[in-house]
Structure formats: structure tokens, C-alpha cells
């Protein structure tokens, strides 16, 4: 039985400019505040999505149905990103124990902290504009490309860990790979 068992992502409503919203970032939870509304869909097919920019650079525009109302919807969905990873490490024969102690890129990225998230999305957004392509981390784009993704940094607002953004606790992570892994066990007998 997962963790959590709830429908993730199931709140989608439309949202002003102005407003403060939560996202999942990259596998933070972080409240946000949108900065533009882009209707151009809108104005063609009256049932279409509406796009939001927000205050983070995330680098596209994300549809209503990717922003949440409320940290804890934005917190469910980022755990229920975290056991679908683990039960996919499972199903691909990945230990437990090998999970816990050395994860996954993927894994990993659940433990950064907003402003290595951010200099990430940074780098790799400068990186494209620059028609730098095909290089998965930070630490292999040149030089100026990371300088520049520096530079833009200081255009982004603080945000404080607990209060603006939140990832899931060492605690927490652990209890579901345990779970999951468990499972299992207890089927098995």
C-alpha cells in the first residue's frame, strides 16, 4: 500500500496575478507569486488552460494544473513524486540498502536546497540560450555559463526553508523507502 493514497495534483483552479501559489520546484515544494498570466489559449478555446509565470525561474510557463493553493497539497504531491521513484527503483531491482545509502540522481535532487535548485534551472536555461545542449549537470557547463547563472540569482527573491519552501526530511524519506520496501516482506509471508 503506497504512502499516500490520494489523487496527486487533483486541486486545479484559475489564479490572479499577484496571487501566492505553491509548485513543485524541482523536487522542492515552494510558494510562489505569479508575475504574469498568459490567456493565449484562453482566447481561442474558452475551456483551455491558462499559463502562469511566476517569480522563480523555472523557465516556461506552468498551466493551472501544476500550482497548488496550499503548502500541504504542494507537500502531498511531492511526496507522492518521492514513492513513485522509490517503488520504481524497487521494480528495477535496486536495493533497499542501496537506495538509502547512495539514491539516485533522481533521488538526490529531492534533498537540494532552493538556491542549488534554482542555480541549477539557472544554469541550464543560460545554457540553452547559449545552444548548449546535452550536458546533465551543473558542474560540466563552462564557465561563463555558471557565472551567468550567478549573476541572474540576484534577481530572485529570498524565500526561508519551513516558511516559503519546503523538501521532504531525511526522517520522512527513509519511513517511505521503508514502507515501500516492507511491503514486500509482509506480502511475501
Known amino acids: 500500500m503506497p504512502h499516500f493514497n490520494n489523487i496527486c495534483g ?27 498570466l498568459d490567456d493565449y489559449f484562453r482566447k481561442t478555446e474558452p475551456t483551455a488552460y491558462l499559463f502562469y509565470d511566476l517569480d522563480e525561474p523555472i523557465g516556461h510557463s506552468l498551466s493551472e494544473d501544476e500550482l497548488y493553493e496550499t503548502k500541504e497539497e504542494a507537500l502531498n504531491d511531492l511526496l507522492c513524486d518521492f514513492e513513485e521513484e522509490v517503488v520504481g527503483l524497487k521494480n528495477a ?37 547559449n545552444n548548449i545542449y546535452n550536458i546533465h549537470k551543473f558542474d560540466d557547463l563552462p564557465q561563463e555559463v555558471k557565472d551567468e547563472a ?29 514502507e515501500i520496501y516492507n511491503e514486500e516482506l509482509s506480502t511475501e509471508k
Open 10 to 36: 487533483d486541486s486545479v483552479r484559475e489564479f490572479d496575478v499577484g496571487e501566492e501559489v505553491w509548485i513543485i520546484y524541482p523536487r522542492l515544494a515552494v510558494k510562489c507569486k505569479i508575475t504574469e
Open 93 to 129: 531491482g535496486v536495493s533497499k540498502e542501496e537506495v538509502k545509502a547512495t539514491g539516485t540522481p533522481r533521488l538526490l535532487a529531492f534533498k537540494n536546497d532552493l538556491e542549488t535548485s534554482r542555480l541549477k534551472t539557472l544554469g541550464f536555461i543560460r545554457g540553452a540560450h
Open 150 to 178: 550567478q549573476e541572474m540569482m540576484k534577481q530572485y527573491p529570498h524565500k526561508e526553508e519551513g516558511k516559503d519552501w519546503i523538501r521532504i526530511s531525511e526522517k520522512e524519506m527513509n519511513e517511505i523507502i521503508d
